[in-house]
């Protein structure tokens, strides 16, 4: 069974960075697609990043996070990573890292959707 583990949340000030870290159990990253999602209170869940194993590869981003986030894979730790940088006080939310049961295709990897087995989240807290 497919497990997911976030950490790395935690308070930072606005300007700041952060380095979330999902690590998998139960089977290797190295075939499907890894996806970062967040929810902040009184938010619907949106995408952040997502990163395309198999089907050719890819990372994608969404708008607001472009040229902040940093989304890549450690295969031989079975680990995705998320480096946030630049953080801003609207990136406040619980993170979610998620996983594919096969290939994504381009931007509709960033679909949560697409994805069906979850984590637990991690919180991430920036202040101004």
């Known amino acids: 069974q497919v497990q997911l583990v976030e950490s790395g949340g935690g308070l930072v000030q606005a300007g700041g960075s952060l380095r979330l870290s999902c690590a998998a159990s139960?089977?290797?990253?190295?075939?499907?697609?890894v996806g970062w999602f967040r929810q902040a209170p009184g938010k619907e869940r949106e995408s952040v990043a997502a990163?395309?194993?198999?089907?050719?590869?890819?990372?994608y981003y969404a708008d607001s996070v472009k040229g902040r986030f940093t989304i890549s894979g450690d295969n031989a730790k079975n680990t995705v990573y998320l480096q946030m940088n630049n953080l801003e006080p609207e990136d406040t939310a619980v993170y979610y890292c998620?996983?594919?049961?096969?290939?994504?295709?381009?931007?509709?990897?960033?679909?949560?959707?697409?994805?069906?087995?979850w984590g637990q989240g991690t919180q991430v807290t920036v202040s101004s």
């Open positions: 990163i395309n194993r198999g089907s050719g590869g890819g990372t």
């Open positions: 998620a996983e594919t049961d096969g290939s994504c295709l381009g931007y509709g990897c960033l679909r949560s959707g697409t994805y069906t087995y």
């Open positions: 139960g089977r290797t990253f190295s075939r499907y697609a």
